[in-house]
């Protein structure tokens, strides 16, 4: 099983965080594996999505429409270190949670924005905001 770890430097298919954080793929051994499943079990992912489509170019009607999800973690996603799963890098965003910034008042967000011209119908604006929370 490969996993993300941190490097120092750059090489080919070095994946560049909007963090400025680097990570390689990096081939998990058999007890490495275990504990980073058992690490990511205390996690999970709180997920919530907006759509918003205004309509000023054409009179039409707006629509809004929410929904939020929990999300598993996966071992192929998880961010190590040396001293094991240290994040949780969250796919299509371009970067990652850690698991040592965790406050239960503050906890970790990432934000991802997505937004597009829908023809006639008006601005569409799709937002994601990914919370890291221990599980309960």
């Known amino acids: 099983?490969?996993?993300?770890?941190?490097?120092?430097?750059?090489?080919?298919?070095?994946?560049?965080?909007?963090?400025?954080?680097?990570?390689?793929?990096?081939?998990?051994?058999?007890?490495e594996l275990s504990a980073v499943e058992a690490e990511l079990q205390k996690w999970q992912l709180h997920c919530f999505y907006r759509f918003l489509c205004v309509a000023d170019s054409d009179n039409g009607i707006d629509q809004e429409d929410e929904s939020e999800?929990?999300?598993?973690?996966?071992?192929?996603?998880?961010?190590?270190?040396?001293?094991?799963?240290?994040?949780?890098?969250?796919?299509?965003?371009?970067?990652?949670?850690?698991?040592?910034?965790y406050d239960p008042k503050d906890?970790?967000?990432l934000r991802c924005v997505e937004e597009s011209w829908a023809g006639g119908w008006g601005d569409i604006t799709k937002t994601r905001v990914y919370t890291l929370q221990t599980r309960q």
Request: contains cysteine.
């Open 1 to 31: 099983m490969t996993c993300y770890k941190i490097v120092s430097t750059r090489s080919e298919g070095t994946l560049e965080l909007k963090s400025g954080v680097l990570l390689d793929r990096y081939e998990l051994s058999d007890e």
């Open 69 to 101: 999800s929990i999300l598993d973690l996966k071992a192929q996603f998880a961010v190590v270190s040396d001293n094991g799963a240290v994040g949780y890098c969250i796919e299509n965003t371009g970067d990652a949670v850690y698991f040592a910034d």
């Open 107 to 109: 906890p970790p967000k």
